[in-house]
C-alpha cells in the first residue's frame, strides 16, 4: 500500500477527517508529530504524497526550528513531482518555502463558516475542478498569505483574503482554510479561545455546514489520493460544456 506523510504541527490540529478519507481512498498515512518531537525525514523517499496540517504557530519568524525541515520537504515534493497538499499553516509554510509571503493578516482574523469563490483556472485543475464554485469551508486563521509564490496558479479567493487556495507545480496545492475539522476539534478550538464573543454559537454554525463540507472536500482528498496512487486520469483537461 502507498504511504503519505503526514506532518502535524499542532496537538490540537491532527489529520481527523481528512486522515480519514486519504485513507478510506487507499492510502496508508504515516503521521509525524513534530510538535512532539517526532523526527521528521531528510527526504521523501518511499513517500507517495506529503501532507502538511495546520497549527497556532506562524509561518514567520519566531517560528518553530522544524519548520525549516518541512520546508525543505515541500521543495522536494514540488521539485520532484511528489503530491502535497498543505492546510492552513501547512499550505502557509508551501508559500514561505518557494519565496511566498505569510504576514498578520491586514484584513483581522477569518473565523468561522465560509464560502470561497473558485476561479476560472480551476476548471484545468485536477483537483480543483470538480469543487462547485462556491464551497462551504472552515475558517480559523489570523495570519495570511499575502504574496503568493512566482508561478502559482490561483484557484480560490475571498474577498478579504483572496489567496484561499492555489497550486504550485503540476502537484502540490495551498488551502488556506480547513477541511479536517470535525465538530469536537472546532469546539476544543473554541473552549480555548476567550477573544470569542459567543464560543456556542460559532461551533453551532461550523456544525450546521459540516455535512456540505464533508460532500465538497471528501471527493477532494480522495482525488488527491488518486494522484498519489498514479490512479487519475485526464487531469489537464478542463470540463465538457453541457449540451456539447
Known sequence: MSTALVVENDPTDDVRLLGEWLTEAGLRLDVVRAHAGDPLPADLDGYAA?????GEQSAYEPRPDWFDDVEALLRKAVRYGVPALGVCLGAQLLATAHGGTVERSPSGPEI?????????????DPLFRYVPLAP??????????TELPAGAVLLAASTRYPHQAFRLGEKAWGLQFHIECDTAMIASWAAASPHLENPEALVAAFDAIMVD????????????????????????????ILGQ
Request: proline content about 7%.
Open 50 to 54: 506529503i501532507v502538511v496540517m495546520g
Open 136 to 145: 462551504d469551508v472552515h475558517q480559523w486563521h489570523f495570519d495570511e498569505i
Open 112 to 124: 468561522g463558516p465560509a464560502l470561497v469563490g473558485r476561479r476560472d483556472a480551476a476548471a484545468e
Open 213 to 240: 463540507v464533508e460532500e465538497v472536500w471528501q471527493p477532494f482528498a480522495a482525488r488527491f489520493a488518486a494522484l498519489a496512487l498514479g490512479e487519475l486520469r485526464d487531469t489537464r483537461r478542463p470540463l465538457p
